[in-house]
């Protein structure tokens, strides 16, 4: 069984910085591409950033410069480091990722999602 676990979310204002954390863990074997997703109040799920097991990044323009995905494959944790929030980036938070179970298994994991709310 594997969880994904996020953290950081939660009140600030335009112009601060929050720091989110999804963990993984459970029966790993190894972690592929893993992606931090968000979704607005009435609005669908859409890609904020994606990092591969290599450390190649890629972000939507509407975060470009602002936010920072990195990862830490020792603690199989995936961070996204948010700056110059602002008021549209108000949404619950979630991690994914594609996860290998054993030699041949693998899945795609949803953390339970994270809350982060700008104020203006």
């Known amino acids: 069984q594997v969880q994904l676990v996020e953290s950081g979310g939660g009140l600030v204002q335009a112009g601060g910085s929050l720091r989110l954390s999804c963990a993984a863990s459970g029966s790993i074997f190894s972690i592929n591409n893993m992606v931090w997703y968000r979704q607005a109040p009435g609005k669908q799920r859409e890609l904020v950033a994606g990092i591969t097991s290599g450390g190649t990044t890629s972000y939507a323009d509407s975060v470009k410069g602002r936010f920072t995905i990195s990862r830490d494959n020792a603690k199989n944790t995936v961070y996204l480091q948010m700056n110059s929030l602002k008021p549209e980036d108000t949404a619950v938070y979630y991690c994914?990722?594609?996860?290998?179970?054993?030699?041949?298994?693998?899945?795609?994991?949803w953390g339970q999602g994270t809350p982060v709310t700008v104020s203006s």
């Open positions: 994914n990722a594609l996860i290998q179970t054993t030699a041949r298994s693998y899945a795609n994991y």
